[in-house]
């Protein structure tokens, strides 16, 4: 691969690949030229991205902070002649999962507002991490990759295996290609990134987070929590924004801070303490008679009553 001029001495330099530490990861041979499936590449920073890609192409968005070869390794083998089989090349978008989340949520139908979601979508959002996370999105196409400071990947991230950019895959671009290489999924996982790309029948399996290294599972727990608990996110009752709704409360005029004290004004009450307060008015309609004070004690007796309590909780 000689016979061409290079065009990599336009593209300033990065740092030696180090030796990642998690285990989704293995080491690269600084002098190993081939290109695999499952090879992780990062530009240095913007002017390259748009050399490299195109100033107007979608992987010129700063929201893309990486790009994963989904190629397949027999197509990018150099032979002994000094050819490869592919004629192009497949990348897929890598970006924080931070970025997305809320475009993921939003397919829950559980949106109130911009970043504005029911208690009940905390739960969904929940699920859909832990899968993530255990690269079981695969229906949605997402593949997770996860922080390791020798591949500089900073926070849990994606590969958007439905976002892809297809490149001529000449000398220049292959040598680019491994120039700009930070990391590579292991083994197991590139055979997983190959089954989901290609919407094989069959399913590969991969370790859960926590079968390898027991810490990894409250690792998993606090990177979720990590994300569904920032400031961007607020989770409320769906009882209280129908509530609000009701009452006649426009919504989108309140800021997403507000939100949440705005609508519990509107709470309704329970189910208990409704039958309660039924109650207790027929009785001072019925009974007039009766004092008001023994009938609002009346109330609160039944309202404690745990009988009563128990009869709701069958009913």
Not at 21 to 29: L, Q, S
Not at 104 to 121: A, H, M
Not at 172 to 190: A, D, M
Request: net charge neutral.
């Amino acid at each position: 691969m000689t016979s061409e001029t290079s065009l990599t001495q336009s593209f300033p330099e990065i740092p030696k690949i180090l030796i990642p530490t998690h285990w989704t990861y293995e080491p690269i041979d600084e002098n190993e030229f081939f290109l695999r499936q499952g090879d992780i590449i990062m530009l240095p920073d913007k002017d390259s991205t748009e050399k490299f890609f195109g100033e107007k192409h979608i992987f010129a968005q700063p929201i893309y902070s990486a790009f994963i070869v989904t190629t397949q390794d027999c197509d990018l083998v150099i032979r002994p002649e000094g050819h490869w089989d592919a004629d192009y090349i497949n990348l897929a978008g890598i970006v924080p999962i931070s970025s997305v989340l809320s475009d993921l949520l939003d397919f829950s139908g559980n949106k109130i507002l911009p970043y504005v979601y029911t208690k009940k979508t905390k739960e969904h959002a929940k699920s859909l991490l832990k899968r993530i996370f255990n690269q079981n999105a695969w229906k949605i196409g997402l593949f997770y990759i996860h922080p390791d400071d020798a591949i500089k990947i900073g926070e849990p991230s994606v590969a958007l295996l439905r976002v892809t950019s297809t490149l001529h895959l000449t000398k220049n671009t292959y040598e680019k290609l491994q120039k700009f290489r930070v990391g590579r999924l292991s083994g197991i996982f590139r055979a997983k990134l190959g089954w989901t790309v290609g919407n094989l029948y069959s399913r590969v399996g991969t370790p859960d987070w926590g079968d390898i290294n027991a810490e990894d599972k409250e690792i998993t727990k606090t990177e979720i929590d990590k994300l569904l608990s920032s400031e961007e996110y607020v989770w409320v009752d769906k009882q209280n924004i129908d509530a609000a709704r009701k009452a006649g409360v426009e919504l989108d005029q309140i800021e997403k801070e507000n939100i949440e004290s705005t609508i519990s004004q509107y709470k309704p009450l329970s189910y208990h303490l409704q039958v309660s307060n039924r109650v207790a008015s027929l009785i001072k309609k019925y009974f007039p008679s009766i004092e008001v004070e023994d009938v609002d004690n009346f109330k609160k007796i039944l309202y404690a009553d745990p009988t009563f309590k128990a009869i709701r909780k069958k009913g």
